[in-house]
């Protein structure tokens, strides 16, 4: 099953500044989740980061901010077998500190290890479809930059074409390339009809239970694309970076 990619937006939790903050947590509590428990979450506050029922391969993406389609190898259980994890400090790290947390946390306890590499895989490119674009670039002296992922609908303000690239691969779980060569940002509003293979996109950090089921009404995001914004995804083949993982083992609970 493919997990959410509402973890790709785990990205925007972040930790107050501060200026001394220690290189792992103070405490980790790691335990096996108790076999009822549903659905997947990664939360923080400060000092404080929690995962329930929560995949390897799930705390992986958070860790190193990456989608799950960029994470390959690794033991079979790191897909199914899930844990409890709190792990505690004093102060407040940085999101640059508190990721590299994190990845301590799953090397010390999962004896994770892990590199970066590249593959060819399948990708879309974004461009601008025949006909020319049919959105309007934003006003730049009004409001900030701000945007919404969830399933069939993207929303957005003063948007960069990257911009919409990133927020296109989060909905399909597959890397989108920007290729429009547009500078301009506009105000974003695409909706469209889901199928079954799209992620189901929840609260960051939470994964769904099942896949929905497909809406027959509706366009589908390509068709949605072309139709509301003058922009089309073409299917092409590409060198992408993935996280490999080498080597990990079942952590000891306590």
């Known amino acids: 099953m493919r997990t959410s990619t509402g973890v ?8 107050a500044q501060s200026s ?17 428990s549903r659905g997947m979450t990664a939360s923080t506050d400060p000092g404080r980061f929690t995962a329930r029922n929560a995949t390897l391969k799930f705390l992986i993406q958070v860790a190193y901010r990456v989608r799950e389609d960029q994470v ?15 792990g505690t400090t004093v102060g407040s790290p940085t999101a640059k500190e508190s990721q590299q947390m994190l990845q301590r946390m799953l090397a010390e306890r999962f004896q994770l290890k ?18 020319g674009l049919k959105v309007s670039p934003a006003n730049e002296a009004e409001g900030r930059s701000r945007a919404s ?15 919409l690239a990133d927020m296109l691969s989060n909905a399909l779980g597959q890397t989108v390339l ?35 089921p497909a809406e027959t009404t509706g366009p589908s995001i390509f068709g949605a694309l072309q139709e509301q914004m003058g922009l089309k995804l073409e299917a092409r083949k590409a060198t992408v970076e993935v996280l490999a993982v080498d080597a990990a083992e079942r952590p000891s609970a306590n």
């Open 8 to 15: 790709l937006l785990w990205l925007s939790f972040c930790f």
């Open 20 to 36: 001394s903050t220690p290189a792992a947590f103070e405490v980790v509590s790691v335990k096996p989740s108790a076999p009822e």
């Open 72 to 86: 390959s190898g690794g033991p079979k259980w790191m897909d199914s077998e899930r844990y409890d994890i709190v």
């Open 114 to 131: 892990v590199h970066r590499d590249s593959r060819e895989a399948n990708i879309y490119q974004l461009t601008v479809a025949k006909g």
């Open 149 to 163: 992922v969830a399933r069939g609908k993207i929303t957005g303000q003063k948007i960069s074409m990257p911009q």
């Open 178 to 212: 920007d290729a429009t060569a547009v500078k301009e940002t506009f105000d974003v509003k695409l909706e469209w009809a889901p199928g079954e293979s799209e992620p189901v996109l929840t609260k960051p950090g939470v994964a769904p239970q099942a896949p929905a």
